[in-house]
């Protein structure tokens, strides 16, 4: 049988999910100090894991080249269509929020607004529910940059410390939603080897419940 392979999103979520595999007593030093290594043994030599962007993790796990992902409940929204989440790890917590200049008049101003953010659907979305006109800019990193340049009047964005707003003289003006790392499944995956994939959601669960309760 095939190794199971795991896409795990580099970045902030990538030690919290090696912090989560050691309690789950699952060996994971590759993924900590991966090298020019792509695929990287975990446990006893029975899993692989990919360190992979987020939205990466999603195509590789809807595709089925790999079996499970690690990744924020932000890529999900934002890019999935066909995988299933299997459980919410706690870890990776922040929340999308509207941000922008103190006292902007967003809501309740008639003009078109502009609201710049790396998450065109979720954006499209949230406008749609609130039955707000407004442009979308997509842009792809500090999103912040854009109401400081004059190019948006608001972001769309996730918000964790709220340090980089503060920084920047933004403030969050609503909150849309809570976000965290979920883990997710294939679903034929799930059907095929469902022992395999529920025995390590169960001890993915437990040392999840433990770091959540030594916060
Ligand atoms: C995210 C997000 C904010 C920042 C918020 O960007 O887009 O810019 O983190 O975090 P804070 O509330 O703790 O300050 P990220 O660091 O992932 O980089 P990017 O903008 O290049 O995508």
Redesign the pocket.
Known sequence: MNKLKIAITK??LLEKSARMFELAGIECSSILSPGRQLLLPIGSGEMEAVLAKAPDVITYVEHGVCDLGIVGKDTIIEHATNLYEILDLGFGR?RFAVAGPRDTDFFTCGDRRVVAT?YINVSKRYLEKKQIDAELIKID????LAPLLGLSDVII?????????KANGLEILEEVCPVSARLVVNTAALKLRKKEIEALVSKLAAAAAEMEKKK
């Open positions: 970045g902030r922040c790396k990193g500090s999103v912040e964005d996730i918000v964790e410390t709220g340090s980089t707003l």
